[in-house]
């Protein structure tokens, strides 16, 4: 079973950010937190992971809160080409690696 | 491109037949995945292999379904006696390794219809 809780769906403006939560409550010290994304009709893409520390990279945003039960990524300037859905994802660290396990994600819709 | 290849894209076939599903992962890639799709939903895992051997099949739904990589590269995913509930899409993914930094590169899916 998936180990994080997302909101079915979300809308965001284009060019505004979009800001997208995640609790993972049961998150233990050596798990990841990792942020997938599927646009329609294609596989998913990796976006950003993270630890502890917040995260930046040229496509988002990852902000852990402290005690690591929640985080959000945040897509700055949203597009079009943003609308997808949006996966959260807990994974096991170490050669423990391995397999991604998806819920139902966030389906984010970026309107003109 | 040089990304992970599924062939073939979309398959039909009838109940109860045999279907093979190959996928091609970015080479050099030791860790390779296997998922299924159904519609609305995340993908579902099925099976990791790390080189030729399977890691982990414990999503494997039944005793139909089974994945091969013999060198080490290139699996495949054998569905015998299909379903119509085995519809999917069909996802395979690769990474360098397995560890938990690896980022995941996916294939664009091979599409299951059993009528």
């Known amino acids: 079973d998936a180990k994080t809780t997302q909101p079915t769906s979300m809308d965001c403006a284009e060019g505004r950010a979009a800001n997208l939560p995640c609790n993972h409550s049961?998150?233990?010290?050596?798990?990841?937190v990792y942020w997938y994304r599927q646009i329609h009709s294609q596989g998913p893409q990796y976006i950003i992971h993270?630890?502890?520390n917040n995260e930046t990279n040229e496509m988002a945003s990852l902000i852990i809160t402290e005690d690591r039960k929640s985080s959000t990524l945040i897509l700055p300037h949203a597009t079009l080409r943003d609308t997808a859905v949006y996966y959260c994802?807990?994974?096991?660290?170490?050669?423990?690696?391995?397999?991604?396990?998806f819920g139902q994600g966030t389906e984010l819709s970026v309107k003109p | 491109g040089a990304g992970v290849s599924q062939t073939p894209s979309n398959k039909v076939t009838e109940k109860g037949k045999y279907v093979e599903l190959r996928c091609d992962p970015i080479s050099g890639h030791t860790a390779l995945y296997w998922y299924r799709q159904s519609l609305g939903q995340g993908p579902e895992f099925l099976i990791y292999f790390q080189g030729t051997g399977a890691a982990d099949d414990s999503g494997l739904p039944n005793d139909r379904f089974f994945a091969v990589r013999p060198e080490g590269s290139v699996s495949t995913l054998k569905i015998q006696r299909t379903e119509r509930g085995d519809s999917a899409v069909y996802l395979c993914a690769s990474s360098t390794s397995g560890r938990s930094t690896g980022e995941l590169f996916f294939g664009e899916g091979s599409r299951l219809t059993v009528l």
């Open positions: 993270g630890l502890k």
């Open positions: 049961t998150i233990s010290g050596n798990e990841y």
């Open positions: 994802i807990v994974r096991a660290g170490g050669n423990q690696g391995g397999k991604l396990i």
